[in-house]
């Protein structure tokens, strides 16, 4: 009987020692804001991105702008990169639009941030499926500049132009009808 229980208490401590113990489950740290996130990582990738294919019209006549060397391919790839990936930081739930003592910087223009936040969360399917939007328009780019392929990726730039202007007129200036009309106009979408 004692080497009955000794072998149970030895299986025990064997089956205790080997299980392993899930780590407590936690919600990901979210102290940056969308507008940190749009700030530091959206805008400046984008801001690349457009400037690197151009077609330049001047007294010269006109000049094609795009990355010739595999540097310069490699630079615009990885802003493209950042692009792809920012959307699934954005959608983060608990994220917030912006902190507690931001205001808009155009407030005739754009909605306070506890404006968008409301309709952010009231249409979190919409803001998930417009960050899609981009994220997918970034794989056009990436596509296209792996591909090394210059009017892809000015194609790809388009579309990642419209998905943020789509946003931005949904969220943050929905009331500009100015911005409205130019959106019907240039063939901007303007999904619900």
């Given at each position: ?11 025990l401590v064997l089956a205790s020692a080997c299980s392993r113990t899930e780590p407590p489950a ?70 917030r639009i912006a902190q507690p003592h931001e205001r808009s910087e155009n407030p005739q223009v ?83």
């Amino acid at each position: 009987m004692r080497s009955q229980s000794l072998l149970i208490a030895g299986l025990l401590v064997l089956a205790s020692a080997c299980s392993r113990t899930e780590p407590p489950a936690t919600d990901h740290a979210s102290p940056a804001t969308i507008k940190d996130i749009m700030d530091s990582m959206v805008e400046p990738s984008a801001d690349v991105l457009f400037e690197s294919v151009a077609e330049i019209a001047d007294e010269k006549g006109i000049t094609q702008k795009a990355p010739r060397t595999d540097a310069e391919w490699q630079q615009v790839r990885r802003h493209a990169v950042v692009l792809l990936e920012a959307p699934n930081l954005l959608i983060m739930e608990g994220r917030r639009i912006a902190q507690p003592h931001e205001r808009s910087e155009n407030p005739q223009v754009e909605l306070q941030p506890e404006d968008i936040q409301k309709l952010v969360d009231g249409d979190r399917p919409g803001f998930v499926r417009r960050a899609r939007m981009l994220q997918d328009s970034a794989a056009l780019a990436l596509k296209a500049i792996d591909g090394k392929d210059k009017t892809a990726l000015f194609d790809a730039l388009v579309s990642i132009d419209k998905a943020c202007e789509n946003c931005h007129l949904h969220y943050w200036y929905p009331n500009d009808k100015r911005a409205q009309q130019a959106a019907r106009e240039g063939g901007g979408s303007l999904a619900r």
